[in-house]
């Protein structure tokens, strides 16, 4: 290391310099991740119009002897990229954690910042997004029960 010495601070250059390489890791793992999201319904797709079997005369079919050889293989798959989502979201979380650290040490306000003061999750982790899909769905469905009991 020119100009620093061992065991002393890293210049504000220097924090610079790793806070741009750590905020282009954390943007080429979101991008890689959403774009993996969004093959995902298209997979789906090629499946299903693989499994239809289209010689019965214009009414589709399911070709039953895939089923088992093409669900064991979707549930490889699935698990594959659900294993590389873990991943993906620990590293993610490393690299917040080492960019917010760094942009504290340089005072960045946090109103400029990007990685402080996020907005807290909720349901171990899980996006607010996630969480509130669960609780329209939880809510729907004490509603349709207790109309349910009303009427019995």
């Known amino acids: 290391m020119a100009g620093e010495q061992q065991g ?3 210049s504000a250059e220097t924090l610079r310099a790793i806070y741009q390489e750590i905020c282009a890791s954390h943007n080429g793992i979101a991008d890689f991740r959403a774009k993996l999201l969004a093959l995902l319904p298209i997979a789906s797709g090629v499946g299903i119009f693989l499994l ?10 399911f070709n039953i002897k895939f089923l088992v050889p093409v669900g064991l293989f979707g549930f490889v798959v699935t698990f594959g990229l659900f294993m590389y989502e873990l991943r993906g979201i620990q590293d993610c979380t490393l690299l917040r954690a080492r960019a917010e650290a760094i942009e504290k040490t340089l005072g960045t306000a946090v109103a400029g910042s990007q990685f402080r003061e996020r907005p807290k999750t909720q349901f171990g982790g899980l996006a607010n997004e996630i969480g509130a899909g669960w609780r329209c769905l939880r809510r729907g469905y004490s509603s349709r029960q207790r109309t349910l009991s009303a009427s019995a």
């Open 8 to 10: 002393s601070e890293p």
């Open 52 to 61: 239809v079997d289209k010689s019965t005369g214009g009414r589709p079919d």
